[in-house]
C-alpha cells in the first residue's frame, strides 16, 4: 500500500528489519525493538491480573526467550504476535505455579477474613483470551502511530483522548493556545494524521 | 465498514481511549531487558543486574552461565514482601531474604555509626555450594569480595544509592533485585 501524500516518516525500520539486524549481534537494533514492545508486552500480565512485581518477571522472561528463538522465528515481520503470544504464555505458566502453592497451602483459617484467603487474591485463572491480546495489539498500535505525529498534533490528541477524566473543551483549548471553536477542525486533521500514520506501524 | 487500516474517526478515538489502559513497563526493567540482547558482553562478565521478582532462569542461546533472578522472600522492613527494592527508612539493621534456585540469600542493611556515615551492607549465602565472590555495582563503581568459607561477604560504608548485589560461582550467577538506600535514612 502506497503511504497517502504527506504521511508520517516511515523511517523507522520495520520489525523484520530490526529482528534481522538482532541476529547479527546489533545491540541497538534490540534496544529498538524492545523499546517499541515494551508497553504491549509489559501490559499483558498487568491485564491478566498480575502485581507488578509477577509482570517484571514475565517482563523479561518473555523478552529473554526471544533472544533464545531469534534464529529460529520463522516470520520476523509477526515478532509482536511472538511476543504477545509468550508473554501470554508465561502469564498462565506463573499463574499455574501460584495455583500449585496455593493448594499445597491449604484452606484458609475459618476466622480468616476474606481479604486473607489466597485463592481470593488470584488473577482469573484464564485471562487474556485471544480477541483481547489482539486488541491489546491494536491499542498498542495506535499508540506507536501517535508517536509519528508533529508535536502538536500529539499534544492535541493526548489531551482530547487520553486523558483521564476527559478535560473539556475549554481546557484543552486553554492548554493548547487556540480557540475553543477550532477544536473540531482540529480534531478531524489530527484524526487524518493518525489514521495515515497506523499505515506506517 | 472500516478495516483495521482503515478506521473511522470513531473507531480512532475508541482505540485511543481504550489505549489509556496500556502501561509502560519500568524504566529500570526495560533497561535490563536491553542488557540482554544478542551482542552484549561475553556471559563470564559482570553482566547488568537483572529483575528483583520470582526466581527465573535466563538461559542465553550459547552461554555457558546460567543466570537465575534471585526473589525476595522475606523483609524485616516496612517495604511490602514483593517490593522491587528497599527503600531503607528505618533505623537499626534491616534484614532480607531472597531464594535463588537451591540458594538462599541473607542480605543486612544497618548504618555504619554516625549519621551521615554511610551504609554496611552483609550478607550470607546459605545452602547449596558452588558460590565463591560478590559484586556490588552502583553508583558508577564495582566492588568484588571473595563468600567466605561461610559464605559470608559484606561491603561498606556505603553512601546512598541504588545498588546491585550479583553472587557469582563457576557456571552460576544470581542476580539480586536491586537495593535503594536512601540518601534520607539517618542512622539510630
Known sequence: MTPPDSAPSTAEPDDAALVARCRAGDRLAWAALVRRYQRLVYTVPRRAGLSEADAADVFQTSFARLVEHLHRIDDPGRVRAWLVTTARRECLRLLEQRRRVVDLAGPADDDGEADDDPLARLPDPAPLPEAQLQALQEQDRVRRALQRLDARSRAFVELMFLHDPPLPYSEIAARLGIAEGSIGPTRARCLDKLRRALCTV | ?188
Open chain 2, 1 to 188: 465498514m472500516s478495516t483495521p487500516q482503515d478506521p473511522t474517526d470513531e473507531e480512532l478515538e475508541q482505540l485511543l481511549r481504550a489505549s489509556r489502559t496500556l502501561q509502560d513497563a519500568p524504566d529500570w526493567l526495560v533497561e535490563r531487558v536491553i542488557a540482554l540482547g544478542p551482542g552484549g558482553a561475553p556471559a563470564t562478565a559482570a553482566l547488568p543486574s537483572l529483575p528483583p521478582t520470582a526466581a527465573a532462569v535466563i538461559a542465553g542461546a550459547g552461554a555457558a552461565l546460567r543466570r537465575v533472578l534471585a526473589r525476595l522472600v522475606a523483609d524485616t522492613g516496612s517495604a511490602p514482601p514483593l517490593a522491587l527494592g528497599l527503600r531503607a527508612a528505618g533505623v537499626g539493621t534491616r534484614q532480607l531474604l531472597y531464594a535463588a534456585d537451591d540458594f538462599a540469600i541473607d542480605l543486612h542493611v544497618s548504618a555504619a555509626g554516625a549519621a551521615g556515615a554511610g551504609w554496611i551492607l552483609s550478607g550470607q549465602s546459605l545452602g547449596a555450594p558452588g558460590l565463591n565472590e560478590v559484586r556490588l555495582s552502583g553508583e558508577d563503581r564495582e566492588q568484588r569480595v571473595p563468600l567466605s568459607d561461610d559464605g559470608e561477604f559484606g561491603f561498606g560504608p556505603l553512601p546512598a544509592g541504588r545498588w546491585q548485589l550479583t553472587l557469582v560461582g563457576a557456571g552460576l550467577q544470581i542476580d539480586l533485585p536491586p537495593l535503594d538506600i536512601a540518601a534520607e535514612a539517618a542512622p539510630g
